[in-house]
Every structure is written in C-alpha cells, then in structure tokens.
C-alpha cells in the first residue's frame, strides 16, 4: 500500500438546499392515489388468499422514481416521489389494518356493528400508524443530528 492521501471530493446533496421545492402538486396526488388504489387491491387480496400482508413502500418508491423519469424528469423528482411513497404506503397499512380487524369481529360473532363504528378504529389505526412513522423519521433526524454534534466535540476536543 501507497502512504499517499487521498482526497476524498466533497458529497453533492441531491436537493440544493438554498432552492425552495413544491413536493405535493396535482401529479403528487393523483399519482399517490392511483398507486394506493393499485397496491390496495393487491395487498388486500394477498392478505384474503394467504393471511398476510406485505407493505407496499418499496415497490410504490421504484415504480413512482420510473414515473418521474418517463412522464417529468424534473429536478424535484425525489421529493414528489417519497410523497407519492407516503401516500400509497399509508393506504396499504389502513387496509392491513382493516384485514385483521375485520375478520375479528366474525370470530367474536359481532353482528350489531354499524358501518361507522367498524370504520373509525380503522381510520384511527391509519392515523395513528402515520404519526407513529412521522415521530421516528424525527427521532432518527434528532438521532443523526446529535451524533454529528457529537463527533464535531470530539474533533474540537482532539484539537485543543
């Protein structure tokens, strides 16, 4: 091996961060429920064959990030797709929800159930499951932040 340094070239952020982007417009939208309609049949006939559900983040972010290249290849495609991502992943785990809630009710042989008493737990648990997301991607952020505080100390405590 060669004593000599290498220099590493500094790490291009994907977003500029000085520029402002519009990450929820019309093609966010309507392409987030034409995906959560996709996958939510699809999900909700897997978990009715084989009792399981799958999530449906990863293949709704390849196939949104294949959309935005052929349709809008713009520079704020990775925003408008992790939005569309939100949008789909959030409808497969409300009806993942629905699936296990559901069939409960048969076994416990509830009959005197009105349509809104079935569905508000099951919004509720969508909700809910999106918070619970929203609150760890802060933790992790939170999480990372301190530790690159943390480095910086340490680095400033080996100068001095």
């Known amino acids: ?54 999530d449906a983040f990863a293949p709704v972010s390849v196939l949104a990030m294949g959309t935005a290249v052929i349709f809008k290849a713009e520079q704020n495609a990775f925003a408008e797709t992790s939005t569309i991502q939100a949008i789909a992943s959030s409808s497969t785990n409300t009806l993942a929800g629905a699936m296990f809630f559901l069939p409960a009710l048969y076994i416990w042989n509830v009959t005197d159930v009105s349509f809104v008493q079935m569905a508000i737990p099951i919004i509720l648990g969508g909700c809910f499951r999106c918070f619970y997301y929203a609150l760890c991607s802060v933790a992790i952020s939170l999480r990372k932040c301190t530790m690159c505080i943390r480095s910086q100390v340490v680095v400033l405590q080996r100068k001095y």
């Open 1 to 54: 091996m060669s004593d000599e340094v290498r220099s590493i070239p500094p790490i291009e952020p994907v977003l500029d961060p000085k520029k402002d982007y519009v990450e929820i417009n019309s093609y966010v939208v309507f392409w987030g429920l034409f995906y959560a309609a996709v996958f939510t049949l699809a999900v909700g006939y897997l978990c009715l064959k084989i009792g399981q559900t799958v």
